[in-house]
Nanobody, 115 residues
Framework: QVQLQEFGGGLAQPGGSLRLSCTGH????????VAWHRQVPGKERELVAL???????DYPSSVEGRFTISRDNAKNTVYLQMNSLRPDDTAIYYC?????????WGQGTQVTVSS
C-alpha cells in the first residue's frame, strides 16, 4: 500500500520561506515522477513543481525562481523549498506520486502567507 506523508506547512510572512517535505511509503520515489500541486477553495488544483524519475525539474512561471523541488533518495523524500512567498501562494499543498500503475496523493498541508 502506497502512502504519502507531507510535513512543513504553516504560516509565513510575505517574502519569507517554508520547506515542505513528502515521504513515501510503499513505493520508490527515485524512479517515479513526484510533483507538488496546490489548491485554493473554489479553484482547480494546479501544478507547482515536478521532479521526474530522471531528476529533471519543471515549474510554472508563477513559481519559477522562487520554488525548488528536490529529492533525497536515501530517505525516499521529496522537498519543496519555497522562497519569496507571496499572499497568493496561500493554498493547500499536495504531494503526488505517479507510478506506471496509478497516481497517489498525500493528505495535503496548509500554507498561509500573511502579515
Amino acid at each position: 500500500q502506497v502512502q504519502l506523508q507531507e510535513f512543513g506547512g504553516g504560516l509565513a510572512q510575505p517574502g519569507g520561506s517554508l520547506r515542505l517535505s513528502c515521504t513515501g511509503h510503499g513505493s520508490n520515489f527515485s524512479v517515479n515522477h513526484v510533483a507538488w500541486h496546490r489548491q485554493v477553495p473554489g479553484k482547480e488544483r494546479e501544478l507547482v513543481a515536478l521532479i521526474t524519475g530522471g531528476g529533471r525539474t519543471d515549474y510554472p512561471s508563477s513559481v519559477e525562481g522562487r520554488f525548488t523541488i528536490s529529492r533525497d533518495n536515501a530517505k525516499n523524500t521529496v522537498y519543496l523549498q519555497m522562497n519569496s512567498l507571496r499572499p497568493d501562494d496561500t493554498a493547500i499543498y499536495y504531494c503526488k506520486l505517479r507510478t506506471p500503475y496509478s497516481d497517489y496523493w498525500g493528505q495535503g498541508t496548509q500554507v498561509t502567507v500573511s502579515s
